[in-house]
């Protein structure tokens, strides 16, 4: 294939041709034999490559295609279905709690004893595990701005921040803090977040709070990392509270908080 | 890789004693990882349950190799199926009555056969240098030139696009040379 071809083909796929020069180059997709196949190995390069996509499937009328849709129909991957959806419900049910008289006679101190210590563990992981779960530092809006070209110390704090590079991020993020009036909240939320990550349990509540106190329209996500971080720190009671505030305001992620607080429950 | 042939025969056998074992270990992880990336406890439980189902249908056929222990190979699938997902959107030619008409069955074996060929890139990506494995995944990322040079240190962006013509030639000729490479990139 000619250079310029290649090159062509290698806009559309990072996506800086102009409207105009989309709709010439799907006609010629289209119409060019040659030009097609070379466009769409290219194609499924960049999309099989590329984390954030997939790379489906064009033609899906061949063989291959038919021959495995019926071993996924047939009756032994019926059975498997079966097995496997026997097993998840089974995995689903809580654990059912021994009644056994005679035992709880015999140690019921060392038992309660027992008992609370391990609660106390099991509370913390799941209010850990919680935490992990909510927390999707990719729901945050970027830091940088196309075009321009004055960012790219915020480029290089954002791409830190998504590598959970926390500690070389914060000092960056309170530097930006004191100079920009731009994307305020979103660094207040970033600089939260980091210093949570790094266990800094009370600068992170002082952030969140700035932010929340603040002017900003996007002041209100501060009660979502706040409620976050009260679950990271074990404190279930006031996430609890933080996250009802979250929803009887319909806050932002109100409905994330409604689910958290009955997982919490 | 203990498991390996322990776990791909509890799926040909159907056996739940193994089955409720390698869902319990694995189950977990899947779950984070799509409850992280915009999904639900659903979500993740059907991901879960195609991955195994597609994992015992290929072995059916093919007694493929799995080179790395079945629990890493198993999440990959998962977080593929999850990527597949929600990247279903942006899908071209297939449109809702194709996928009526072909039923659930006949996605899911779309899936499978796009699980190859995304194995069959990964596995090429593998074989080219270092260099050119960290220039092509910022290139596929769609990452700017000028932030290419940036990240690694190139002098100039002509030489970070002489950079990436020469590093997917090379991808391109092992991809083409491989022997699964016509059955699956004509699909």
Not at chain 1, 24 to 36: A, G, Q, S
Not at chain 1, 138 to 152: A, C, I, M, Q, T
Not at chain 2, 140 to 165: C, D, G, M, P, W
Request: aromatic share 10%.
């Amino acid at each position: 294939m000619n250079n310029p071809d290649q090159q062509l083909i290698e806009h559309f796929l990072r996506e800086v041709l102009s409207e105009k020069e989309k709709k010439e180059f799907l006609e010629r997709v289209k119409t060019d034999h040659e030009f097609r196949k070379k466009f769409l190995f290219e194609k499924q390069l960049f999309e099989s490559l590329n984390e954030n996509d997939w790379s489906f499937i064009e033609h899906e009328n061949l063989d291959e295609v038919q021959t495995y849709s019926a071993l996924f129909k047939n009756d032994k991957t019926k059975e498997l279905r079966q097995v496997l959806k026997e097993v998840q419900v089974e995995q689903n049910k809580p654990v059912k709690k021994k009644s056994r008289q005679w035992l709880l006679y015999a140690s019921a101190a060392a038992i309660a004893i027992s008992l609370s210590v391990l609660s106390l563990l099991t509370n913390k992981t799941n209010n850990n595990e919680l935490y992990a779960n909510y927390l999707d530092i990719s729901e945050l809006p970027s830091l940088s701005v196309r075009g321009d070209n004055s960012n790219e110390q915020m480029i290089t704090v954002e791409q830190l921040f998504k590598k959970k590079d926390y500690k070389n991020a914060l000092p960056l993020l309170e530097k930006a803090l004191n100079i920009s009036e731009r994307n305020r909240a979103t660094l207040f939320l970033y600089k939260g977040i980091s210093e949570m990550e790094l266990k800094k349990y009370q600068a992170a509540e002082t952030t969140f709070n700035t932010l929340i106190n603040s002017e900003l329209m996007d002041a209100p996500k501060g009660y979502w990392y706040k409620a976050l971080l009260y679950l990271k720190m074990n404190n279930k009671q006031k996430s609890i509270e933080v996250l009802k505030e979250i929803s009887t305001n319909a806050f932002y992620n109100h409905q994330k908080a409604k689910k958290l607080l009955k997982d919490l429950e | 890789m203990k498991n390996n042939l322990r776990y791909l025969n509890a799926l040909l056998t159907s056996n739940s004693k193994e089955l409720k074992e390698l869902y319990s270990e694995n189950f977990p992880k899947v779950k984070s990882f799509v409850l992280q990336n915009k999904g639900q406890v659903a979500d993740a439980e059907d991901i879960f349950q195609k991955a195994l189902v597609q994992i015992a249908v290929r072995y059916r056929r093919e007694k493929f190799e799995i080179t790395s222990s079945f629990e890493a190979y198993l999440f990959t699938a998962c977080k593929n199926l999850w990527r597949r997902e929600l990247n279903k959107s942006k899908r071209w030619v297939t449109t809702d009555s194709d996928l009526e008409r072909g039923g659930e069955e006949h996605d899911e074996a779309l899936a499978l056969l796009e699980q190859k060929r995304w194995e069959l890139f990964g596995k090429n990506l593998e074989l080219i240098s270092e260099n050119c494995q960290k220039v092509l995944k910022l290139f596929f990322a769609k990452v700017s030139y000028e932030h290419i040079v940036e990240q690694l240190n190139y002098s100039s962006e002509t030489v970070a696009r002489q950079r990436v013509f020469k590093c997917k030639a090379k991808l391109t000729e092992l991809i083409k040379n491989d022997q699964n490479y016509h059955s699956l990139t004509q699909l």
